[in-house]
């Protein structure tokens, strides 16, 4: 048993820290969500679709965000139609956990860890908001292909660019990186 413990050692640490500090991450943000009401909206999705509706207006967009207080989610208007409903899930912040969860399992340095998750997770942030908006005028301009933009084209995005920081992350920064460099 201990000769397997050996041999598996990367891997079994791996595992600890990426499911350790996912569920650390998961239960701190289920804390937060617990501390609204069941049909308000988080403050960090108001803030997304916040960011979303402003840089729509950027590209001189007519964009504006309704939220009502019998609604749990956020109405994303696009000339003046409602396009989208926004709602937790949105915010990305699952997928900002998920992110973390892997740098840290793949852990380098101190310093080169917390600049690449703040760095990595200010990208995702970024590019969220902007798929969000692109989505908006997407389904303003294709109505039909909502399902397949919004189920299919855009989640392979986010996740797409959370894999290339990954790669990045363990080619580049990662301890495992330093270690096959040097063999």
């Known amino acids: 048993m201990k000769k397997y413990f050996i041999q598996y050692k990367p891997f079994l640490l791996f595992l600890a820290k990426f499911f350790l500090t996912y569920i650390i991450l998961a239960f701190i943000y289920q804390g937060f969500l617990e501390s609204y009401e069941e049909d308000n909206i988080d403050s960090i999705t108001e803030f997304v679709a916040e960011n979303t509706k402003q840089l729509l207006i950027l590209f001189n967009a007519d964009a504006d965000i309704l939220k009502f207080d019998s609604e749990p989610f956020i109405r994303l208007m696009y000339n003046q139609q409602y396009v989208a409903k926004m709602i937790e899930g949105c915010n990305a912040i699952s997928i900002i956990i998920l992110f973390i969860s892997f740098v840290v399992s793949f852990s380098g340095r101190i310093k080169s860890t917390v600049f690449f998750i703040l760095g990595g997770s200010l990208i995702i942030y970024i590019l969220n908001v902007a798929r969000i908006a692109i989505l908006c005028v997407l389904i ?30 363990v080619n580049k920064f990662s301890l495992y990186a330093k270690n096959t460099t040097d063999s």
């Open 140 to 169: 303003y301009l294709f109505p039909k292909q909502q399902t397949l933009l919004h189920g299919v084209f855009f989640p392979l995005f986010i996740y797409g660019v959370v894999f290339i920081l990954w790669v990045i992350w």
